[in-house]
Antibody, heavy 122, light 107 residues
Framework: QLRLQESGPGLVKPSETLSLTCTVS??????????WGWIRQSPGKGLEWIGS???????YYDPSLKSRVTVSVDTSRNQFSLKLYFVTAADTAVYYC??????????????WGQGTLVTVSS | EIVMTQSPATLSVSPGERATLSCRAS??????LAWYQQKPGQAPRLLIY???TRATGIPARFSGSGSGTEFTLTISSLQSEDFAVYYC?????????FGQGTKVEIK
């Protein structure tokens, strides 16, 4: 069974860089032909897609965040990562990693990681 | 970008009753629409994809319909575990926007 797990600091200072990693178990990123994505949810708010990456490294980003986001993949560690630069309090959210399904297309998200709360505060 | 609008924001329903949730796209997305359920403190769970196909393990009381710009999620007979927030998401074109959610609460 495929499982995704987010990890990273729970507290980031304003203007610094938020860095999160998603570790995939129960399947291989490099051999599975899937896209992998990051989604966030601000407290009490809805879901916001951030960006997605193919196992080959091809990326897609939400235009509103594109200037501040990098998503990368490390197939040797079976992980993909998110970096969000110059964060503000508005970036405080639960960050989820998820896999797009089915293979090779940017369609629905399934499964999801459990999510990790990142608070931006000095 | 394709904006997704869900209605109502909150739906009060008694257990055993039917719930009907709506999702509207700002332009046609054909049938490239998914529905998710989210309970407090949990990640969203895929319910429906392709507008009407239930995901693996999803009970038959959940059904999706619609195409183009108008979509509906129906829960035929609400069970206690169905009280949650439901989101729609289009995947016709990126950015992959979600609706703002419909909270289904106990009446």
């Amino acid at each position: 069974q495929l499982r995704l797990q987010e990890s990273g600091p729970g507290l980031v200072k304003p203007s610094e860089t938020l860095s999160l990693t998603c570790t995939v178990s129960g399947g291989s990123i490099s051999s599975s032909n899937y896209y992998w994505g990051w989604i966030r949810q601000s407290p009490g708010k809805g879901l916001e897609w951030i960006g997605s990456i193919y196992y080959s490294g091809k990326t897609y980003y939400d235009p509103s965040l594109k200037s501040r986001v990098t998503v990368s993949v490390d197939t040797s560690r079976n992980q993909f990562s998110l970096k969000l630069y110059f964060v503000t309090a508005a970036d405080t959210a639960v960050y989820y990693c998820a896999r797009h399904s089915p293979a090779a297309v940017l369609y629905w998200f399934d499964p999801w990681g459990q999510g990790t709360l990142v608070t931006v505060s000095s | 970008e394709i904006v997704m609008t869900q209605s109502p924001a909150t739906l009060s329903v008694s257990p055993g009753e039917r719930a009907t949730l709506s999702c509207r796209a700002s332009q046609s997305v054909s049938n490239t629409l998914a529905w998710y359920q989210q309970k407090p403190g949990q990640a969203p769970r895929l319910l429906i994809y392709g507008a009407s196909t239930r995901a693996t393990g999803i009970p038959a009381r959940f059904s999706g319909s619609g195409s183009g710009t108008e979509f509906t999620l129906t829960i035929s007979s609400l069970q206690s575990e169905d009280f949650a927030v439901y989101y729609c998401q289009q995947y016709d074109k990126w950015p992959f926007l979600f609706g703002q959610g419909t909270k289904v609460e106990i009446k």
